[in-house]
């Protein structure tokens, strides 16, 4: 599992360094580049299954998590190809990766909140994956879109640079991922209120009223953009608070338990 973990890191480090340096010098990169993040995304998934196989499947903490995100970040990735609008986005993706899966590597596998698996749970944990997974990447282009922005007002000799996406279609893809993200947050949502006892629950109602806080500011700003065709800053800066909120709910409690608490 060592090895594993080494390969997979050191093709994701150099997956980064190689495609910023790339994107620094407005090249195109080698053809045999995306076998470097295919298989690092490969070795991941085995070592996230590993991790958790290796304890029964009874606990998920923080760094399980994280990993887990930071796996579907890449996957998403991926699955962009090189189309313009995400590229910058490339080298942040693969080195939270690549410090994720780490960070899980080195937690204890009976460390964090005790997992009862059941069909239910797991459709409502996959898909709460899933939506922030997706939400954090339009987070990422939200902010690509404000320092694009930034460049274009205040860094016109910048502005041809061929790594910096054109603004409309980075704007385009952060809504169509925004809109996917909200959808697939409300399924989970719902599913939670079917499949878990009580959402409100202690330990469980402040995730429960943040996650539905950000769903519904997410879902305003999906609204407001297909129906009355608002965009520009205030939107993607809304994005960011609720994106943010999100963040608060699903991982503050577990880093105040797993970390702080350790309990």
């Known amino acids: ?153 205040h860094h016109k000799a910048q502005a041809t640079a061929s790594y910096l996406p054109p603004l409309m279609t980075a704007e385009r893809y952060f809504f169509r991922l925004l809109s996917t993200g909200t959808f697939v947050l409300v399924i989970a949502i719902i599913s939670g209120f079917v499949f878990l006892q009580d959402m409100f629950a202690q330990g469980q109602s402040h995730k429960t009223v943040l996650s539905t806080l950000a769903a519904m500011i997410y879902v305003v700003i999906v609204f407001l953009h297909g129906a009355r065709g608002v965009r520009g800053r205030a939107m993607v800066i809304a994005s960011v608070v609720a994106s943010s909120i999100l963040t608060l709910a699903y991982f503050g409690s577990r880093f105040v338990k797993d970390v702080l608490l350790n309990t």
């Not at 070795?43 to 304890?55: G, N, P, T, Y």
């Not at 590597?105 to 459709?123: I, Q």
């Open 1 to 153: 599992m060592t090895l594993l973990l080494v390969i997979a890191v050191t093709l994701y480090l150099v997956a980064a360094v190689t495609m910023w340096r790339q994107l620094g010098r407005n090249a195109q990169l080698p053809k045999w580049f995306i076998a470097l993040p295919i298989v690092a995304v490969i070795l991941h998934a085995w070592i996230q299954w590993e991790h958790w196989r290796f304890d029964g499947f009874d606990h998920i903490n923080i760094t399980f998590s994280l990993s887990a995100v930071a796996l579907l970040l890449v996957i998403l990735a991926i699955a962009r190809g090189t189309k313009p609008g995400g590229m910058l986005l490339r080298p942040v993706v693969y080195l939270f990766a690549a410090v994720s899966v780490i960070l899980m590597n080195f937690s204890p596998v009976n460390w964090g909140a005790e997992f009862n698996l059941s069909s239910g749970l797991l459709v409502h944990v996959v898909l709460s994956l899933c939506a922030y997974a997706i939400l954090m990447l339009a987070t990422l282009y939200a902010i690509q879109i404000l320092y694009v922005s930034y460049v274009l007002k």
